[in-house]
């Protein structure tokens, strides 16, 4: 669902507006000039992989080792590879217009929607917020839209790709909103913890559709042809959401009820998106995760469960401390990280012990 909204606007499907290039965009006096307001151009075209780095990668010896796998005969033309690494491909002749180049990459559009509707009257002073959107513009200062923006691609990718060695995708949002070359100011960034919330919450929903999918298309077949690792990767990120305390899923989840959990988690990602975030909300996600020693002592959960819990923890653990810009419990957290770094090796009392440390520091 998410996937389809998110590309359908990208191919052009559920609007007619027409995509005009990145060029559109660049002339000196708006977006291609080189002062701090005004050089979003030049730090994506120069800095920012999204615009040479994902269809170059269509032409690597292992994108050809992939698609020989999948019999896809050119990555760089075909739909299964194009859709992210090179959107703007996909965009109907009837979509083009301006100065429309389909090499362009992930391009401004790609993010911020075809400006054919709002390129000339978006620099307006007396043209608000909500007349960029109603034209088209996508509202990405909203968490849950700029969210759904980049998990897009940055996700679902389906199962035969990955059984063919495409990278898992694993979207957070926070984290990598900071690893992208920023060129808009600092304060449009949101609270990280926030962003890190929106982010999951919406990652979560991404698998519970794509588990959904599958389990559909399998009915006839014994479960286990389900993609048991995505059972486990969605089951431990709805276990990290949950002991946040932000929701309540009934855990131990109830298998194929990735429907229900599907519509809570987006109704998370909604609310939080337009939540007035507040430090003591981070403090008290922190605290609440840094506090699941104990789960990771309990025998009766099977050590590969506890080993995707894990996994996704120190990384929520992560996101939490640098939005408090706390760098008390480094140390701390570096060992968890290796704790938890290979899943067949995992060791959950040790893992235990290494999170009541990490809680202690945290407290002190
Ligand atoms: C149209 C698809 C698309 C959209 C939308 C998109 N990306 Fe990407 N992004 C890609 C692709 C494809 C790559 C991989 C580039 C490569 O290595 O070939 C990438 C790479 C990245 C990377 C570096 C690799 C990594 O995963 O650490 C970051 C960080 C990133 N994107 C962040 C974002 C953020 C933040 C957003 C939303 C604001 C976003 N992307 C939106 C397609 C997209
Ligand atoms: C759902 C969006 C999506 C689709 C569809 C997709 N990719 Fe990717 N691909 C990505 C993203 C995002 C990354 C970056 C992963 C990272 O760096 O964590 C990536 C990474 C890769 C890499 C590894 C790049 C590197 O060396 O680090 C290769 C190779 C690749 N993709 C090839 C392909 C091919 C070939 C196809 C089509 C058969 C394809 N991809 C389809 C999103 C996608
Ligand atoms: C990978 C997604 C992505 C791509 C590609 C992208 N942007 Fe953005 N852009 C964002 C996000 C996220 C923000 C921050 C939220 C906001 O201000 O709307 C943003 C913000 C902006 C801003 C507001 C800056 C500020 O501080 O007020 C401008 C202007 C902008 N982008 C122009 C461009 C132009 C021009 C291009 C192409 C050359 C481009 N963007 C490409 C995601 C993207």
């Known amino acids: 669902m998410g996937l389809l909204c998110g590309l359908a606007t990208a191919r052009g499907e559920d609007s007619p507006a027409k995509f005009l290039g990145a060029n559109s965009c660049a002339s000196s006096s708006c977006h291609g000039g080189g002062g701090a307001q005004q050089d979003q151009f030049l ?40 859709v992210c690494h090179a959107p703007l491909q996909e965009v109907p002749e009837e979509s083009q217009g301006g100065q429309f180049k389909a090499s362009e990459g992930v391009s401004c559009e790609s993010c911020h929607g075809p400006a054919e509707n ?18 088209g513009m996508r509202d990405l ?57 929106v982010g999951q919450a919406v990652a979560l929903r991404e698998m519970s559709w794509q588990l959904n999918r599958e389990a559909g298309r399998v009915q006839d077949l014994p479960v286990a042809v389900t993609d048991t690792n995505l059972v486990q990767r969605w089951g431990a990120l709805a276990w990290v959401l949950h002991e946040t305390g932000t929701v309540n899923f009934t855990v131990p989840l109830a298998l194929n009820d990735y429907g229900s959990i599907q519509h809570k988690a987006d109704q998370l990602a909604r609310e939080k998106s337009e939540a007035v975030w507040t430090e003591q909300m981070t403090e008290a996600c922190l605290t609440r995760l840094a506090g699941q020693a104990a789960s990771f002592s309990d025998p009766k959960i099977p050590q590969p469960v506890q080993a995707r819990r894990a996994e996704r923890l120190v990384l929520a653990l992560d996101r939490l401390l640098a939005a408090e810009n706390n760098h008390q419990a480094e140390a701390e957290l570096n060992q968890l990280f290796k704790l938890a770094q290979s899943v067949p090796d995992f060791d959950p009392g040790q893992f235990a012990a290494g999170l009541e440390k990490f809680a202690a520091a945290v407290k002190n």
């Open 118 to 135: 709002w390129l000339r009257a978006h620099t307006r002073h007396d043209y608000t917020r909500a007349d960029r959107t109603a034209a």
């Open 43 to 82: 730090t994506w075209s120069l800095k920012d992989f999204h615009s040479q780095r994902p269809p170059a990668t269509l032409t690597t010896a292992r994108s050809k080792q992939l698609s020989e796998a999948l019999g896809v005969k050119d990555p760089t033309t075909d739909e299964r590879c194009t």
């Open 141 to 197: 200062q909203n968490l849950y839209v700029r969210a759904n923006t980049c998990v897009a691609c940055h996700q679902t990718v389906a199962q035969p790709l990955l059984e063919a060695g495409h990278p898992e995708l694993r979207f957070e949002l926070d984290g990598q909103s900071v690893a992208e070359p920023k060129h808009w100011s600092a304060e449009k960034n949101g609270n990280g913890a926030q962003a890190w919330l």
